[in-house]
């Protein structure tokens, strides 16, 4: 009989603990999912993270092209506006021989 009583405990011992393991499996499995849903936020954010950079790469290279032929548009301009100059001074030079 004690022998019966000594197995029923040992089961009720058993059983609490399946239970107690059973909860804790949830909890881990929840967990699991959690870190798997936040894994993939992660990935879809560098991501979109690495097309921004991409994009912004692109803006810069374009802006330094546009900087780089409005400098150059802006030195011809100068260039062909001294040049004006000069050539304008010259008849004025040359006029005023005449005056």
Excluded: C, P, W
Excluded at 2 to 13: L, P
Excluded at 48 to 70: C, I, P, T, Y
């Amino acid at each position: 009989m004690q022998q019966i009583e000594t197995i029923r405990q040992e089961m009720e011992v058993v059983q609490q603990e399946s239970r107690r393991l059973r909860e804790q499996v949830g909890i881990l499995r929840a967990e699991k999912e959690a870190l798997t849903k936040a894994e993939k936020r992660l990935v879809d954010d560098i991501t979109g993270l690495r097309q921004e950079v991409a994009h912004n790469q692109s803006l810069s290279q374009n802006l330094q092209k546009f900087l780089a032929a409005r400098e150059a548009s802006e030195d011809a301009l100068k260039k062909s506006s001294s040049q004006e100059i000069e050539r304008l001074r010259s008849e004025l030079q040359h006029a005023r021989k005449y005056v």
